[in-house]
């Protein structure tokens, strides 16, 4: 009979944990809350939380919502949003991960002591909530970063400051120092931090070593998430016989006819309840 492991160094990051709290406390009180886009890249927790009374809503939403409570998710948001809440007298709850609110002042900062003539970039998804945030700390004129392309809107000839979404791969990053180092005009300012989260960055080997331990891995998370495809990206370098699945229905048998030692893990945004019901579907898929 196959063993089935869940990581446990696996499933939602403090920030999550945090921001999910939140939630459930205001929705104990109040019975009824907003939240600006989904609070964590996974539907079926959503969903969860939807029936207790979580209502997301998006930015052009946002313009029509007056007198209420509106929850921050831990993605944080750009300057605009605080403005609006306050003319609409929105009360905020504020979920922002630390981390991450750590890195808007950072930015900032950075934007505000330099002059027009520095470059800010910032490496991370296009469009993804925490960039959108992070952009909004320089009046929306930092360049966003997300393929090597993208370093066509760069001039090389000018300073350039880097930063990086909490949650990139550390070895995409510093392959992208290495392209922008090899394109810099010599003797021009080129400046990189590693703003990436460690709980998040510690996760990659911690994946790799779990996966390298099991013969089958199932991976669980929303195609949503951001570091769920780099989790798994991870996972499946290390252990090719590697699935993704977004939960219990997505399993399949042949996965793993043969296999003794069967690992689950999942994304900073997955939560240990979904897990459990995948470890427990492939327990009778086992059997069977």
């Not at 370093?151 to 392959?175: A, C, M, N, W």
């Not at 399949?252 to 945004?269: D, L, M, N, R, V």
């Amino acid at each position: 009979m196959a063993t089935v492991e869940i990581d446990k160094h696996s499933g939602f990051c403090g920030g999550v944990v945090n921001a999910i709290r939140k939630a459930e406390d205001q929705l104990a009180e109040h019975r009824q809350l907003y939240c600006l886009g989904d609070i964590v890249h996974n539907s079926t927790e959503v969903e969860r939380l939807r029936r207790k009374g979580l209502h997301t809503v998006n930015r052009d939403q946002l313009d029509s919502l007056h007198d209420t409570r509106l929850l921050l998710r831990a993605h944080g948001e750009p300057p605009a949003t605080y403005q609006t809440a306050r003319q609409h007298r929105i009360e905020l709850i504020d979920a922002t991960c630390p981390v991450v609110l750590h890195l808007q002042k950072r930015i900032k900062k950075m934007y505000e002591s330099r002059g027009p003539e520095t470059q800010l970039l910032i490496f991370g998804k296009a469009g993804h909530a925490e960039v959108n945030g992070l952009v909004g700390q320089t009046r929306d004129t930092a360049i966003v970063i997300e393929k090597p392309e993208d370093l066509d809107q760069v001039d090389f000839g000018r300073p350039i400051v880097l930063f990086s979404q909490t949650t990139k791969s550390e070895q995409d990053y510093h392959r992208l120092i290495d392209m922008i180092q090899k394109r810099m005009t010599p003797g021009v300012s080129f400046e990189s931090y590693d703003t990436i989260c460690r709980q998040f960055a510690n996760r990659l080997p911690q994946v790799q070593r779990f996966a390298a331990d099991h013969d089958c891995m199932v991976f669980v998370s929303d195609d949503k998430s951001s570091n769920g495809k780099a989790l798994f990206k991870a996972c499946q370098a290390t252990n090719p016989d590697s699935y993704f699945v977004s939960g219990p229905g997505d399993l399949q048998a042949p996965w793993f006819k043969g296999k003794e030692k069967i690992g689950i893990s999942g994304a900073t945004s997955t939560p240990t309840w979904l897990m459990e019901q995948v470890r427990d579907r492939i327990e009778v898929l086992t059997k069977a």
